[in-house]
């Protein structure tokens, strides 16, 4: 019997869960999916400038988990940007995270999507 997968911790969802060329037509052949897990693997790594290993950490997975995630997040950035494909961002093993570290900044954890300002007010 196979292990179940586990969750991986997401801190917050992208803004907009599809991309791609305009000109794109709307059949099936033409989208990629990435995961949301992979989403979160190219933000942090990518954007954010963690090591794997923090990436890792902030998401409660291995570090080799880690790598094969970013490993497929980036076959598909590739293959939406080569072969003008449209990307969409959804599914995926991920819990968003609770807000309880400290090292969460993002706002995610309440709700909130990358980007949206965080306001403490609200949540008093």
Do not use: H
């Amino acid at each position: 019997m196979a292990r179940p997968r586990k969750w991986r911790k997401v801190c917050c969802l992208p803004e907009s869960d599809r991309f791609g060329p305009l000109n794109a037509s709307m059949n099936e052949t033409c989208f990629v999916t990435m995961t949301i897990d992979e989403y979160e693997t190219i933000r942090l790594i990518d954007l954010k400038n963690f090591t794997q290993e923090e990436c890792a950490n902030k998401m409660n997975i291995a570090r080799t988990t880690v790598q094969g995630i970013y490993n497929d997040a980036r076959k598909k950035l590739a293959e939406s940007l080569v072969n003008g494909k449209v990307l969409r961002i959804e599914g995926g093993d991920y819990k968003l995270c609770e807000g309880l570290e400290k090292s969460c900044s993002c706002g995610g954890c309440r709700g909130l999507r990358c980007g949206e300002e965080f306001m403490e007010d609200c949540f008093e």
